[in-house]
């Protein structure tokens, strides 16, 4: 079970870099036709912006980590308690 939990954290992964990518090409117009309009040039993004996005990230992956093992425990209880109740039928 747990390889699907593995399984799907990947895809959600892959999922969630494809979105940022299509959202940042379809805005690409946007943003340059917005660039052209104040003269601005492309600036390069703060290194300490890329930290706090990390960050973030990976307090994500722990709350959806933690939440997971919660949900196993929860299915592992019924389980067991649908395993005893039968039993003792």
Do not use: C, S, W
Request: glycine share 6%.
């Amino acid at each position: 079970m747990n390889k699907h939990f593995e399984d799907t954290r990947y895809y959600l992964k892959r999922a969630g870099q494809t979105a940022k990518e299509g959202v940042a090409e379809e805005l690409e117009p946007v943003r340059e036709r917005v660039d052209d309009l104040i003269d601005r040039e492309e600036e390069e993004p703060e290194p300490g912006r890329f930290e706090e996005v990390r960050e973030d990230l990976a307090a994500l992956q722990e709350r959806a980590e933690g939440e997971t093992r919660e949900a196993i425990a929860d299915a592992r209880e019924k389980i067991n308690g649908y395993r005893e109740h039968r039993d003792d039928n």
